[in-house]
């Protein structure tokens, strides 16, 4: 069984369109996140829920928002995509704020 | 605010040399510390980790003291093979996770 599951792996699409990344914790844990990992490979946090609501909101465009039907589930929206949002996001989840943090695949998402 | 900082790479070594890759960290607080590795097209995971001065967490031949001393925890491994070829990355959680910039390991035959 997979802990953490994003869908889908790998996106490419074109300039200005809007597309949404899935991710979908079995753990039963509290907490979730997205990172933004850059092609130097350096992480950076995004948006943190914690059963349902948002605890951490980083300097992100408001391009991309993030959506948590349930404490299960934390979906990443974006609009009007550029070029720079190439990268690769990863979805986390930990038992709580603070504690050990399970990551996903990754969604490799490339913008033409 | 809290911190990590972890050495630069890209750090090439030969199969069976010794592994250090440093990190040291900035806290207000008591963290906890944290290695996780990232292999080719995966997602991070946890190496092993650290919860309190003294403490050593090892796994997978890999080790590392938190010393609230030097505020350090490297990462050491006495004979490195292929398949340790990674991405390895030192945090920090101190209610909220930290991490640091990742260095890039390749193990040559």
């Known amino acids: 069984d997979t802990a953490v599951s994003q869908t889908p792996k790998y996106l490419v699409t074109q300039m200005g369109n809007d597309k949404s990344i899935k991710c979908e914790q079995n753990l039963g844990h509290d907490t979730m996140y997205w990172y933004k990992q850059d092609s130097k490979k350096f992480l950076k946090i995004m948006f943190s829920?914690?059963?349902?609501?948002?605890?951490i909101n980083e300097t992100v465009p408001n391009r991309f928002s993030p959506k948590s039907p349930d404490k299960a589930h934390l979906n990443l929206h974006i609009n009007s995509l550029e070029l720079g949002d190439s990268a690769v996001y990863f979805c986390a989840s930990s038992l709580y704020s603070g504690e050990v943090q399970f990551f996903g695949p990754g969604t490799r998402l490339t913008v033409l | 605010g809290d911190s990590v900082t972890q050495m630069e790479g890209p750090v090439t070594l030969s199969e069976e040399a010794f592994l250090t890759i440093n990190c040291t960290y900035t806290a207000t607080g008591y963290p906890s510390l944290f290695w996780y590795v990232q292999y080719p097209g995966e997602g991070l995971q946890l190496l092993l980790k650290?919860?309190?001065?003294?403490d050593k967490g090892s796994n997978k031949g890999f080790e590392a003291t938190y010393r609230k001393e030097t505020t350090s925890f490297h990462l050491e491994k006495g004979s490195v093979q292929v398949s340790d070829s990674a991405v390895y990355f030192c945090a920090l959680s101190d209610n909220q996770f930290y991490f640091g910039t990742g260095t890039s390991l390749t193990v040559i035959p």
């Open positions: 829920y914690n059963n349902k609501e948002l605890i």
């Open positions: 650290a919860t309190k001065a003294d």
